[in-house]
């Protein structure tokens, strides 16, 4: 019986490792070694192989190393197979800090102060105070409700947006396309924290930037197929929106020359605002094991017609 894990080889090396303390009976595997194919039981990918049902036919369970399962063709995954996210402190964690380090770096005008500083401008702007600042995170999922419990704690004032409603202790919350305008109208700062699906491809457009209030700030960490990218730079020109940080793109890399690069009020990094780590990561899937054995819930399953 076998494991196959097919995702960055550096941290498969640990995960090899740590299987091979953990549970010692099972046979793991690092793509492209795959063994005896039909003794595959269990796959974690980040992008799953191509006709996975004809050559893995005794898989059991799919694991997506990311938080994110977008990457996936379900239709290429028999239906009786359970697919399951990656839910684990390490990726988290990760999360919180890029998510706080943006907002912090909005709410603190750091992306006028980097521009300033190329240009040798000294332009003092005037210190608010976190508690005058309203920040919202779309997407109240594991990742967006840990990182309003960690804004709040700087004094932010907090709300969150779900499709169905969510309630967590000092956060407001809005929920579905009745709760929108509303949680887009009071918050200055945005960040994207949803699972990239059908319905909320582009959501992050010219439509939504316009019920934000003026001179707001993006944050996406999202994916890249939430944001329409020109409606993006037609907002930092009109000032609708002041700024933007962005983690993902629709096309990664980012092409060269792409007028994100260069864009004075964008700030890039190259999707890497969280990484699942081994050693939670490999926690959280045996765990998922046990559970899959003893025919309890699977932490993490993904509900195909939502997509996530
Ligand atoms: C990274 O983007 C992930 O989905 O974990």
Redesign the pocket.
């Known amino acids: 019986m076998s494991f196959l894990y097919k995702a960055d080889p550096e941290r498969g090396a640990v995960w090899a490792r740590l299987f091979a303390e953990r549970a010692p009976d099972i046979d793991f595997r690092i793509w492209p070694d795959i063994g005896n194919p039909s003794a595959v039981r269990y796959l974690a990918a980040w992008e799953p192989p191509e006709n996975l049902a004809e050559t893995f036919p005794n898989v059991k369970v799919v694991f997506?190393?990311?938080?994110?399962v977008d990457q996936f063709d379900f239709s290429r995954i028999p239906p009786e197979v359970p697919v399951v996210r990656?839910i684990e402190s390490g990726?988290v964690a990760g999360m919180v800090e890029y998510a706080t380090l943006a907002v912090l770096a909005a709410h603190r005008d750091w992306l006028p102060y980097a521009a300033q500083q190329r240009e040798g401008v000294w332009n003092p702007i005037r210190v608010r105070t976190a508690g005058s600042r309203r920040v919202g995170v779309l997407g109240m999922g594991v990742l967006g409700q840990a990182v309003l419990a960690k804004l709040q704690g700087f004094g932010f004032q907090c709300a969150g947006w779900s499709r169905t409603a969510r309630e967590l202790p000092g956060i407001e919350s809005y929920a579905g396309e009745e709760g929108m305008d509303a949680f887009l109208a009071r918050t200055d700062i945005l960040v994207c924290l949803l699972p990239l699906t059908n319905a909320t491809r582009g959501i992050l457009s010219r439509d939504l930037f316009e019920r934000l209030p003026p001179r707001s700030v993006l944050v996406n960490v999202g994916?890249g197929g939430h944001l329409v990218e020109q409606d993006l730079l037609d907002a930092l020109d009109s000032g609708r929106l002041s700024a933007a940080i962005l983690d993902?793109f629709d096309t990664e890399p980012l092409p060269p020359g792409h007028p994100f690069w260069r864009h004075p009020r964008i700030m890039v990094t190259p999707?890497i605002?969280?990484?699942?780590q081994p050693e939670t990561a490999v926690e959280a899937v045996l765990e998922n094991l046990r559970r899959h054995r003893e025919g309890l819930p699977l932490i993490g399953l993904v509900d195909r017609r939502q997509g996530y």
């Open positions: 997506s190393v990311g938080a994110g990656m990726l994916r993902v999707h605002a969280s990484m699942t």
